[in-house]
């Protein structure tokens, strides 16, 4: 590593410290700016089942491709006659009456791929079937937005860059979990390898490391090898969750510096023992409603300068398996949340779950390009322009349409 390199990595190591410490000079920071617009990115690692967080229940096929997954009519939140909301989402719905929360539906990538790796990627880059790009559209958006620029400017919520703050521009990291700053000696490397090296011998009790370490793997990685996988390291969502929203949104109420945060939650491909009003998905989406509930109730008066965007990398199969979950699908649902959102409406062309309608005959199709509903954030919300809209989706073309309605200007 060289010196340059060695300092980034140093910096993001430290910025819980910095963060969050007694004497953290970013809650005294009080920095001023023409431009107070914040956006918040939630990435949902796992391809989340849009189809039951916002049930199209107006819709009969819904109910008859999903004979014991689908969320109950009973149990549905209506939002419109049409669609409803899952009742795990439930804290969500002041925002929907108040009118700053909206959904965009049968939103997706224009990329077919069913890789969790190649879609986030492809999400995270906001360039899809494009593998070579460099950087993260927020980073990019980070070099888009005007001078000067902070080391606070952009927050992760995490131990590591992700690939959607990753490039140029620095980036400060805050661990979720009360601990989760404070790493254990065994996570260190070279502890590790003298831990490895002190029972690599013939002897009795280094045969039962080794061994109970090699079945351990491979079991665990036979059983959870998809799902650890779709989650690319993001904590479940929890009550860590909760707690770090709760923090993020007090920082935001009190330093105008923080312009940009990230985080990502895993847990979501439900391959198996889905749920539908209960279970397994419903378990997921009421700590992120929570959580995403206190981070708006924290940050007070900042959420009307704020939009909050959730996304997952694609949406899950119409028809219910085998196991009494979902497969990898194509068309999903974006979560659109903040003061200048107009909201309580169902925004985007929906196509329907007729057998006809289907894409490639099993997933919701995609209507709008994900990249579509980002721009119009960055373009109405966050001020970018035109031209610096280019390099931050580059090779995308806005449609134009409903969506700019979605933001006011």
Same mark, same amino acid.
């Given at each position: ?12 190591? &430290? !910025? ?91 939103? &997706? ?26 950087? #993260? ?28 703050? !990753? ?141 909050? /965007? ?14 009494? #979950?979902?497969?990898? #699908? ?8 903040g003061g200048r959102v107009r909201g309580a409406r169902v925004y985007g ?39 610096? /809209? ?10 134009? &349409? ?8």
């Amino acid at each position: 590593m060289n010196r340059r390199g060695f300092i980034k990595g140093a910096a993001a190591v &430290g !910025s819980a410290a910095v963060l969050c410490g007694p004497f953290s000079w970013l809650a005294r920071a009080a920095a001023q700016s023409d431009n107070r617009a914040r956006l918040v990115v939630v990435m949902l690692r796992g391809a989340v089942d849009g189809l039951n967080v916002v049930p199209p229940h107006g819709e009969d096929a819904y109910f008859r491709a999903r004979p014991s997954i689908a969320v109950p009519p009973a149990s549905i939140i209506d939002l419109d006659g049409h669609f409803g909301l899952h009742p795990g989402l439930s804290a969500l719905m002041p925002l929907w009456h108040e009118r700053s929360l909206a959904f965009v539906h049968a939103c &997706g990538s224009p990329d077919p791929s069913r890789s969790h790796f190649d879609a986030q990627d492809y999400m995270e880059s906001a360039t899809p079937g494009v593998k070579s790009t460099p950087d #993260g559209w927020l980073n990019r958006l980070l070099a888009a937005m005007p001078p000067p620029h902070r080391p606070t400017d952009a927050l992760n919520l995490g131990p590591v860059v992700p690939r959607i703050l !990753s490039g140029p521009m620095a980036v400060a990291n805050m661990p979720m979990g009360r601990g989760a700053a404070r790493p254990l000696p065994l996570d260190r490397p070279l502890i590790e390898q003298n831990f490895s090296r002190l029972y690599q011998g013939a002897d009795a009790l280094s045969r039962a490391f080794q061994e109970g370490y090699q079945a351990r793997e491979r079991l665990l990685g036979e059983l959870a090898r998809d799902m650890e996988a779709a989650d690319h390291g993001a904590p479940h969502p929890d009550r860590a969750f909760t707690d770090a929203c709760a923090r993020v949104g007090r920082l935001m109420a009190r330093d105008p510096s923080i312009r940009i945060i990230f985080a990502a939650l895993g847990g979501w491909d439900t391959h198996v023992n889905q749920g539908a009003a209960d279970g397994q998905l419903a378990n997921h989406l009421r700590p992120l409603g929570d959580g995403l509930a206190t981070l708006i109730h924290e940050m007070g008066p900042a959420y009307q300068d704020t939009v909050i /965007l959730v996304m997952s990398e694609f949406g899950r199969t119409v028809r219910e398996n085998g196991n009494g #979950g979902t497969d990898h #699908g194509h068309g999903n649902v974006m979560w659109v949340a903040g003061g200048r959102v107009r909201g309580a409406r169902v925004y985007g062309r929906w196509p329907g779950l007729g057998e006809a309608q289907l894409y490639q005959g099993r997933d919701l199709a995609v209507t709008t390009d994900f990249r579509d509903v980002i721009s119009v954030v960055l373009r109405r919300h966050m001020g970018i322009s035109p031209f610096h /809209l280019r390099s931050v989706l580059p090779g995308f073309d806005p449609a134009p &349409g409903e969506l700019d309605a979605m933001i006011e200007a």
